[in-house]
């Protein structure tokens, strides 16, 4: 069984251009959740995707947006890129139960993006 | 704010040794989850435990959980070089709908 895809695993990106990042989640999973590893940190909440609805967003700026597909695969957008946005990307997934997060995640290898 | 804090942020030990390493949190979890991360790549799952349990165990892990003290450890025993890597834990709250995870442990087995 295909665990979770990301592609592609390195970008590189002027600041203020847009960076688009994907992921495909394991068969069966409907949940999409992204996260952002600077460099030396913990992971920081981005955005949880569920049922292609927008479920829950971190506290990150409007210009990092996304959308989940009928296919369940998710799509993260960087809008004009700062330097502070290079950072490992990371995509999981799950299957959705009334609550959520009763299930462990299955993550992919990452975007890791740098901004130059 | 971080939900989970880990302790120590980093540990050194030789191979055949044990690991502990500890997650605190600040409010009320449905569970909480460790994760094994190697040199800045995608995480891997180790084990959950929910709120209602208070030991699990997994091969040579073995996770507690103090819910009064809001915290957990996680234990591997007989450490092995492969162990060598980067440990989280993570919350999952009943109205949050996220996982939080914390700053982490590097763990470095020396052979």
């Known amino acids: 069984e295909a665990g979770v895809t990301q592609s592609p695993t390195h970008l590189i990106k002027t600041r203020g251009q847009q960076a688009t990042l994907r992921c495909s989640p394991i068969?069966?999973?409907?949940?999409v959740y992204w996260y952002q590893q600077a460099l030396g940190l913990g992971l920081q909440f981005l955005l949880w995707?569920?049922?292609?609805?927008?479920?829950n967003r971190g506290n990150f700026p409007p210009r990092f947006s996304g959308r989940q597909f009928p296919n369940y695969s998710s799509e993260l957008n960087v809008n004009a890129l700062e330097l502070e946005d290079s950072a490992l990307y990371l995509c999981?997934?799950?299957?959705?139960?009334?609550?959520?997060?009763?299930?462990?995640?299955?993550f992919g290898q990452g975007t890791r993006l740098t901004v130059v | 704010s971080q939900q989970g804090e880990e302790d120590p942020q980093a540990l050194s030990i030789q191979e055949g040794e044990n690991a502990t390493m500890n997650c605190s949190y600040k409010?009320?979890?449905?569970?909480l989850q460790w994760y094994r991360q190697n040199s800045g790549r995608g995480l891997v799952h180790l084990i959950l435990?929910?709120?209602?349990?208070r030991e699990k165990h997994s091969g040579r892990l073995r996770v507690t959980l103090d819910t009064s003290k809001k915290s957990s450890s996680l234990l591997i025993t007989a450490s092995r070089a492969a162990d060598t890597a980067s440990y989280f834990c993570a919350t999952a709250t009943p109205r949050a709908q996220k996982l939080v995870f914390g700053q982490g442990t590097r763990l470095t087995i020396n052979p």
């Open positions: 435990i929910r709120s209602n349990e």
């Open positions: 409010t009320s979890i449905n569970n």
């Open positions: 068969s069966g999973h409907t949940s």
């Open positions: 999981a997934s799950s299957f959705t139960t009334a609550n959520i997060v009763n299930t462990e995640a299955f």
């Open positions: 995707y569920d049922e292609g609805e927008e479920r």
